[in-house]
């Protein structure tokens, strides 16, 4: 099978690579709360970015598109800007049960929005190989989310501290702090906005 991928593909690879590595280095925060490991995780965010922007600068330039490179693409994405925001938004304390359905919310549309673009790209490029505007915001606009909570980590002001506190509404916890998922989240999934691409 990897005699079938193009070179952007790899970046693809690496870019997904990248996703992983803020799940487990999530993971090691959680069992030993170490903040250097919260920050290594949430720069492998903005490195994805790097993976994933090569990736189609790299496939236009060798004129190697594929259907293949297209679905990888999405599943990179969804991994690095979908799964391992939200997974770094747990370890950073958003643990309540409203938490919770808000990442699984904001992953949810994340995998919605990049499943529209599939399908509607080649219509929306109009025989062009290049579409011209995104519907909603794209799915690496998550790394705003990473950086926000890098920041938090950098201040001390997550887990036990987590910056905006704690509410209890009906019979879970809600941090505020998760509103930004689901402000992200739905502004993934809007028809409405239109947002020109680079």
């Keep these: 099978m990897v005699r079938g991928f193009h070179l952007a593909d790899f970046f693809t690879l690496a870019n997904a690579a990248c996703g992983v590595a803020t799940i487990f280095l999530a993971m090691i925060y959680v069992a030993n709360t170490s903040v250097a490991h919260f920050l290594a995780a949430a720069a492998m965010a903005p490195a994805a970015l790097v993976f994933d922007v090569l990736d189609g600068r790299i496939a236009r330039w060798r004129h190697t598109h594929s259907a293949l490179g297209r679905e990888l693409d999405s599943l990179a994405d969804v991994i690095s800007f979908g ?116």
């Design 83 to 198: 799964v391992a925001p939200a997974a770094l938004g747990f370890a950073a304390g958003l643990d309540g049960g409203w938490d919770v359905a808000i990442l699984v919310y904001f992953v949810c549309c994340g995998v919605s929005r990049l499943a529209r673009y599939n399908v509607t790209a080649e219509s929306l490029a109009q025989g062009s190989d290049k579409v011209p505007y995104f519907e909603g915001t794209p799915i690496p606009t998550s790394v705003l989310l990473t950086g926000v909570l890098a920041l938090l980590a950098w201040q001390g002001r997550v887990g036990d501290s987590l910056f905006g506190g704690v509410w209890i509404a009906g019979p879970w916890e809600l941090h505020p702090l998760a509103l930004m998922f689901a402000l992200s989240g739905t502004l993934m999934i809007s028809k409405t906005l239109r947002i020109p691409k680079l």
